[in-house]
């Protein structure tokens, strides 16, 4: 492509353009692109609730939804109807299936032992939209307490 005046012209047009465009909200870009998270902070709060899951030889991450001991892991990682849960602390429980849906690809566990677990609360996902900032967590893998900012 040969480049005429008249093209360079509106080349350096848009460019300008582009610039001004950007300096005119480059603080609001940086933050809408920055989307400041403290993952730090999340995983804090969070990380008691990330469970290590092993079923056969099956094994994923997964997450305690209830301080009774409700999980929700992967249905794909259920071999078995029950399953070893390794504790953000190291320790293990042992958990049943208690209904699964492969076609989501979702299993709902829930430990034997009950207890007073750290859990994650379930949201609400009609107040996300894409292109929120999110962190995801878990043992991708058998790498425990993993995390991924995007």
Same mark, same amino acid.
């Given at each position: 492509?040969?480049?005429?005046? $008249?093209?360079?012209?509106? @080349? !350096?047009?848009?460019?300008?353009?582009?610039?001004?465009?950007?300096? @005119?909200?480059? /603080?609001?870009?940086?933050?809408?692109?920055?989307?400041?998270?403290?993952?730090?902070?999340?995983?804090?709060?969070?990380?008691?609730? !990330?469970?290590?899951?092993?079923?056969?030889?099956? !094994?994923?991450?997964?997450?305690?939804? #209830?301080? @009774?001991? %409700?999980?929700?892991?992967?249905? #794909?990682?259920?071999?078995? $109807?029950?399953?070893?849960?390794?504790?953000? $602390?190291?320790?293990?429980?042992?958990?049943?299936?208690?209904?699964? $849906?492969?076609?989501? /690809?979702?299993? !709902?566990?829930?430990?034997? @032992?009950?207890?007073? %677990?750290?859990?994650?609360?379930?949201?609400?996902?009609?107040?996300?939209?894409?292109? /929120?900032?999110?962190?995801?967590?878990?043992?991708?893998?058998?790498?425990?307490?993993?995390?991924?900012?995007?």
């Amino acid at each position: 492509m040969k480049l005429t005046a $008249n093209k360079l012209i509106v @080349s !350096i047009s848009v460019g300008v353009l582009c610039i001004v465009v950007f300096m @005119s909200f480059k /603080d609001d870009i940086y933050r809408i692109v920055n989307k400041d998270i403290d993952v730090a902070k999340v995983m804090k709060n969070v990380g008691p609730a !990330i469970v290590m899951v092993h079923s056969g030889n099956g !094994i994923g991450s997964g997450f305690i939804v #209830h301080p @009774s001991g %409700y999980i929700v892991t992967n249905s #794909h990682v259920m071999i078995e $109807n029950s399953a070893t849960v390794k504790l953000s $602390n190291g320790s293990t429980v042992k958990a049943d299936l208690i209904n699964f $849906n492969d076609d989501k /690809d979702i299993a !709902i566990l829930k430990t034997q @032992s009950g207890g007073n %677990y750290g859990y994650i609360p379930l949201g609400d996902s009609a107040k996300c939209q894409q292109g /929120d900032p999110v962190l995801v967590a878990g043992s991708p893998m058998a790498l425990q307490s993993t995390v991924t900012k995007g």
